[in-house]
């Protein structure tokens, strides 16, 4: 299984990016996706979560309102559309596969999550 996460960029505060996650090696469709981050000299953050069909999604208190997590199956896809970026917004940005379950759920806690992706760095600047 590859996760392969990329978008990530340096802007000003007030900006926006889209992350996307291209996965393969895995029936895409069948696992819910995690966004996580990790900012320099703390542990890894829940982001957001998205069910198998997209049909159920979860934020972590700091970002709802500020990011969308989506994704296209056809294209084996997760994105983060991240807005109204903040300074303390600025981390390395993880992508991950749930394990598997044989039902509509998503998932909120890192131990959960099988397959990581190798991160893309999100840089806010005032």
């Known amino acids: 299984v590859q996760l392969q996460a990329s978008g990530g960029g340096s802007v000003q505060a007030g900006g926006s990016l889209r992350l996307s996650c291209v996965a393969s090696?895995?029936?895409?469709?069948?696992?819910?996706m995690g966004w996580f981050r990790q900012a320099p000299g703390l542990e890894r953050q829940f982001v957001a979560a998205?069910?198998?069909?997209?049909?159920?999604?979860y934020y972590t208190d700091s970002v709802k309102g500020r990011f969308t997590i989506s994704r296209d199956n056809a294209k084996n896809t997760v994105y983060l559309q991240v807005n109204s970026l903040k300074p303390e917004d600025t981390a390395v940005y993880y992508c991950?596969?749930?394990?598997?379950?044989?039902?509509?759920?998503?998932?909120?806690?890192?131990?959960?999550?099988?397959?990581w992706g190798q991160g893309t760095l999100v840089t806010v600047s005032t």
């Open positions: 090696g895995l029936t895409f469709s069948l696992y819910a």
């Open positions: 998205i069910s198998r069909s997209g049909g159920i999604t």
């Open positions: 991950a596969a749930a394990k598997f379950v044989s039902y509509e759920r998503l998932f909120i806690k890192s131990i959960d999550y099988d397959h």
